[in-house]
């Protein structure tokens, strides 16, 4: 008993210090942006590496998402005679939840494996240590440009993901559902507007 009581001690003990350690981290690479020197072109390279590096997946992400969720959509507002106002689905619920949710996932699964294997790469050869011994904040160097590129560029690559769900929204209504492009925009449109989504 007494041995089972240690062990979930020391269980909960650690998963206590990785949080600690995780939100030290991240306190020190958020005030990291505030503070001098600036690695700006270190930040305008992984604003590129994650933001035109994910276009491809994301782009991929948002069409297939868009032309099922209009698909689906459509055969479950059949029966309502409901089927042209599809558009109105597809824009309020990949703005508000799929969009969103998306390109956090796929940016998640591409860049963030990629930056942590990457800063794990590193460590294991030593270059953290070199930068130390050189007097250089590893943190600021290595992560916060990181972290500021990926603040920048998610917001940038949601409204593209958004867009192009809607635009593979649209070729499914347009080229199998019949649904005239004025009538599927308008209502797109429509259904984005504050007073409707509020």
């Not at 593209?160 to 308008?186: P, V």
Request: charged share 10%; glycine share 10%.
């Amino acid at each position: 008993m007494a041995a089972a009581i240690i062990r979930i001690d020391t269980l909960l003990k650690g998963y206590v210090f990785t949080i600690q350690q995780f939100a030290h981290l991240t306190g020190l690479a958020v005030t990291g942006i505030f503070r001098k020197p600036s690695y700006v072109q270190e930040t305008f390279y992984y604003m590129d590496h994650i933001g035109v590096g994910s276009l491809f997946i994301l782009a991929l992400t948002g069409l297939f998402t868009g032309m099922v969720l209009t698909l689906q959509g459509a055969i479950q507002l059949q029966p309502f005679g409901a089927v042209p106002y599809v558009s109105r689905l597809v824009s309020t619920s990949v703005v508000r939840e799929l969009g969103p949710v998306l390109a956090a996932l796929m940016l998640a699964g591409r860049v963030g494996t990629g930056i942590a294997s990457e800063l794990a790469s590193m460590q294991v050869t030593e270059q953290i240590d070199a930068l130390r011994a050189e007097g250089t904040d590893p943190i600021k160097k290595l992560v916060t440009p990181r972290l500021l590129a990926t603040l920048l560029m998610v917001p940038v690559l949601t409204v593209i993901t958004n867009g192009i769900a809607m635009a593979g929204g649209y070729l499914i209504a347009r080229l199998y559902l019949s649904i005239d492009s004025f009538f599927y925009w308008t209502w797109a449109f429509e259904a984005l507007r504050p007073s409707c989504m509020g």
